[in-house]
């Protein structure tokens, strides 16, 4: 596609997340189109006046779209969204081909709403998530992903589909794009206030959400208005959206894995603490965007653009366990009925003192996570081959746990317990002597009190930077693209206050201790899928609360929680050339993009790291002991290349082909995590601050055949050489001895065996199947496949990779009515590390559908069904010594979505 033929913009739909006949708007400031030039920026095709209605059309669009790009793309437009069963962006993304989605970022398990997109097999960290082309700071409501398991990926919970014009999936790279997915890229593009078709636009939507498990309903609603003159020189858009849910899980956990014993002679495994979870949870989104952008001269465009995103999500976690090793250590005699590999699959234990179960509730209220930005942008038409454009921009995000009311409880003190395991597909049976449905019988004295107070994860990002393209012409090189970036990015737990009992109370006297109780969902077991004890009773947050104000010690300093402490702080500069070229049946581009980045990485150890920058401490007060601040600072630079090259066979047959250098920097927990050295073993755990980042090479090809105006028929493959990819494993590092330098009187400085994340290789190759069949004029049929074989050094499986993902979807569409069912597919796939637990989540299959009317010109009624399959999350951990176990279930229910729209 030359520079001369019509670039930009969208059909850009009013109303999205919304079934029934939605219109999109068209950019009325086509422009000239002999002056326009060759970016890729936002290559969606000029349609002029036309106006996109519906799923056929607005599939048209995204296909046509598709095929103009001269890199390898995936394209959904805000129609798609609109008549798709989403309820946020990655809902929709996870339809594509390449694409896969999680509904967790850390080891909370999965929940009913899509969380973070991948894309060939790679884990979210290695997919950049962009809003206009530019970074969104992002935050995480779960206290473990804010903490522990802090990634790069952007939590898609803060992206309803409401704010989407079109999303942009680069499968291949561009110079111009801003590095940090080395999978690649999804660009989510907002509307702007020029594009809309009339002067006035307004749309309103009115519904409810209806969840099955939970049993409630809850209001929605979004709403949009647009202003622009009739010059077409000034507008206003103003968005806005409020949204809440119920949710409730109901599920088992094998905490703590599977532990030894011996039985006979012979050392087997047993399970340690088999837990009834259920999790509740009460979701709030708001938010909103605004955009005015104004033309003070024809060849001139300014705009502002601010987004407001908070998810509210105070929730309550229960996990009633089985306590075996208590029960064993205790006194308690294995009776030991079946061992499969290694493991007691089924077995009781009785008699001896210790607590045979032990009761975990935790009470979140306030968590909560935030995204918001605000850009400033220029588009300057210096002549009619050079044109500039720029922007500045400031982004903000964060995740809240400011309090955790805690309490755990030992409990059926002698009273017996067995379980019975029925492979990894079923959940473990098990039973619990005692009373499990009143409070008769608990000892705190047992348990503890725990939990993080005063969490406060920050994610900033403040930017410039500088485009332009010079365009040329009776060439085969259509234009010249060139840019500068900067940007300085930090992450950041400034403080944490770890709770712990109040020694001066009496928090060991069960007397003290309410009594009054409420108990778990009747059919929580049916549920699940399992034989659990019942009904087992729970105090209500407010009892939590006051039990840990009467009973807690949250002083900030003797309880201050260094572990969990952390900053990296990142100056990123970027400069790019790109060509892009076309010359008879060949177009595409090639460039280079060269970036260097400044690490400041600040992390908390027992002792000094003698590899760091400097070294503060060490510092007391803490009664969780001394411990040392260390700072690392490093820099590093690379040069990033990439090419893309389009070969039109015929109108209707396309050949791609590219190669890149793509990168990602390591996850922050992984640069800055808490260092625990041993000074009697000489080993340790925890971050590494010299990890280097993941270059990875990328080869792709593809073979396109649009054969109809809504029908494609496409094969591709792909292959990712990942350098440096972050794994864990061991490496040896040097710590101040402090046993060894107390007993020296100097310092003794030693060698320690760390386990960390460290730096290996890795490959990922894969197959992409595509067919898109509309069927007369008003049925279609898309289906896609996706294989993916990746591995790291080693043979070690690479987080998130399922082998196998496919999709298959139908839809129904007249002027009146519009129907789609859709059902997505992943195997399983390696999902990270739990406590001391690798684990892996079995392969799982959704289905959810779609229904609209359209009531009047401007009045239209839909119904979105989520979960329809009522699908299971199961999960199990993995071990040379005993193989594949059980390790989590969980069950999230059906969502029902109903909607009523109105526009003008």
Request: a negative charge; proline letters at 4%; glycine letters at 10%.
């Amino acid at each position: 596609m030359s520079h001369r033929k019509t670039l930009l913009a969208a059909s850009i739909i009013a109303g999205l997340c919304l079934a029934g006949t939605l219109h999109a708007q068209d950019n009325a400031q086509a422009g000239d189109a002999a002056t326009q030039p060759r970016s890729d920026r936002a290559k969606v095709k000029q349609l002029g006046t036309i106006t996109v209605t519906g799923i056929r059309n607005a599939e048209t669009e995204s296909l046509e779209t598709k095929k103009d790009f001269d890199s390898h793309v995936e394209v959904v437009t805000a129609e798609d969204i609109g008549k798709l069963p989403a309820k946020n962006v990655a809902d929709t993304l996870q339809r594509l081909p390449g694409v896969n989605i999680s509904s967790s970022s850390a080891s909370e398990g999965g929940f009913d709403e899509s969380d973070r997109v991948s894309l060939r097999g790679t884990a979210p960290s290695l997919t950049q998530t962009l809003v206009n082309g530019h970074s969104i700071g992002t935050g995480d409501w779960f206290v473990l992903s804010q903490v522990q398991t802090v990634g790069r990926s952007v939590s898609y919970s803060l992206l309803p589909s409401e704010i989407v014009n079109q999303v942009v999936v680069y499968k291949s790279s561009e110079a111009h794009l801003v590095e940090g997915g080395s999978a690649g890229s999804v660009d989510i593009v907002t509307r702007k206030p020029l594009e809309f078709a009339k002067p006035v636009t307004g749309e309103v939507s009115l519904g409810g959400v209806y969840a099955d498990l939970p049993g409630k309903t809850k209001p929605q609603f979004s709403g949009l208005f647009n202003w622009k003159n009739d010059a077409g020189t000034a507008g206003v858009m103003v968005q806005g959206f409020y949204e809440k849910r119920s949710l409730q899980r109901n599920g088992q956990e094998v905490v703590g894995g599977y532990l030894p014993t011996t039985v006979d002679g012979n050392t087997v495994y047993y399970p340690n603490e088999i837990g009834a979870v259920l999790f509740t949870q009460e979701r709030e989104r708001k938010g909103g965007v605004i955009d005015l952008q104004i033309k003070p001269a024809d060849n001139l465009t300014l705009d502002i653009n601010g987004f407001y995103s908070k998810l509210k999500a105070d929730n309550y976690n229960r996990n009633y366990m089985m306590w075996a090793s208590s029960a064993l250590a205790n006194g308690g005699v294995l009776t030991a009925n079946t061992i499969r590999n290694n493991v007691v699959t089924s077995g009781s234990i009785s008699g001896g003192t210790g607590a045979y179960g032990v009761y975990d509730q935790i009470s979140r209220p306030g968590a909560a996570s935030e995204s918001k930005y605000l850009t400033l942008d220029a588009d300057w038409r210096a002549t009619d081959h050079l044109t500039f454009t720029g922007q500045v921009g400031t982004t903000r995000g964060s995740g809240s746990s400011p309090t955790q009311d805690v309490m755990e409880l030992g409990t059926a003190v002698g009273a017996g317990a067995s379980w019975d395991m029925r492979g990894l597909g079923k959940p473990i049976n098990w039973t619990l002597g005692g009373d499990n449905s009143s409070t008769s019988g608990i000892r705190p004295d047992m348990g503890w009190i725990f939990g993080g107070q005063g969490i406060k994860v920050k994610d900033k990002e403040d930017w410039a930077q500088a485009d332009g393209e010079l365009a040329f012409d009776d060439s085969a090189f259509s234009s010249l693209q060139f840019g500068v970036r900067y940007a300085k990015h930090t992450r950041q737990n400034p403080s944490e206050i770890a709770q712990g009992p109040n020694f001066a109370t009496d928090w060991t006297d069960p007397a003290g201790y309410p009594t009054a109780v409420e108990h778990y969902p009747g059919d929580f077991g049916s549920s699940v899928g399992g034989s659990f004890p019942g009904p087992i009773w729970y105090w209500t947050p407010a009892q939590l609360a006051a039990i840990d104000a009467a009973y807690a010690n949250r002083d900030p300093v003797s309880r201050f929680y260094f572990n969990d402490v952390y900053k990296v702080e990142e100056k990123d500069s970027a400069a790019y050339l790109q060509l892009n070229f076309q010359a008879g049946i060949a177009s595409g581009n090639f460039g280079v993009r060269y970036v260097k980045t400044k690490e400041n990485i600040g992390y908390t150890s027992t002792a000094p790291d003698a590899e760091a920058t400097t070294v503060t401490g060490p510092i007391t007060g803490s009664a969780f002991g001394d411990y040392y601040w260390n700072t690392y600072k490093h820099s590093y630079d690379k040069f990033l290349p990439s090419a893309n090259l389009k070969l039109a066979l015929s109108d209707d047959l396309l050949l791609r082909f590219a190669a890149s250098q793509t990168m990602t920097r390591p996850d922050y927990s992984a640069l800055a995590g808490y260092v625990s050295a041993d000074d009697l073993t000489h080993t340790g755990s925890g971050g590494n601050p010299k990890l280097r980042p993941l270059v990875s090479s990328n080869f792709d090809a593809a073979v396109e055949w649009y054969f109809a105006p809504r029908g494609l028929l496409s094969a591709g493959v792909y292959a990712m050489n990942l350098h440096d990819y972050v794994n864990f494993g061991n490496e040896v590092r040097r710590f101040k001895d402090m046993q060894a330098s107390a007993a020296a009187g100097t310092d003794v400085f030693n060698d320690y065996l760390i386990s960390v994340p460290r730096n290996v290789n890795g490959q990922v190759r894969g197959v992409e199947l595509n067919y898109i069949q509309p069927i007369g004029d008003n049925f279609g049929v898309q289906a896609n496949y996706t294989y993916a074989d990746g591995h790291a050094t080693g043979g070690v499986p690479l987080q998130g990779t399922s082998k196998h993902t496919y999709n298959v979807s139908g839809y129904f569409e007249n002027q009146r009515f519009n129907a789609r069912v859709s059902y997505t597919y992943r195997s399983e796939f390696y999902a990270g590390v739990s406590r001391t637990d690798t684990y892996f989540q079995q392969g799982i299959g959704n289905l959810a559908a779609s229904f609209g009317v359209q009531l009047t010109d401007w009045m239209s009624l839909s119904l979105d069904a989520m979960n329809l399959n009522n699908p299971k999350l199961k999960y199990y951990t993995q071990n040379a010594a005993y193989g594949k176990q059980p390790y989590a279930f969980y069950v999230n229910g059906r969502q029902y979505y109903l909607n009523l729209r109105f526009k003008f």
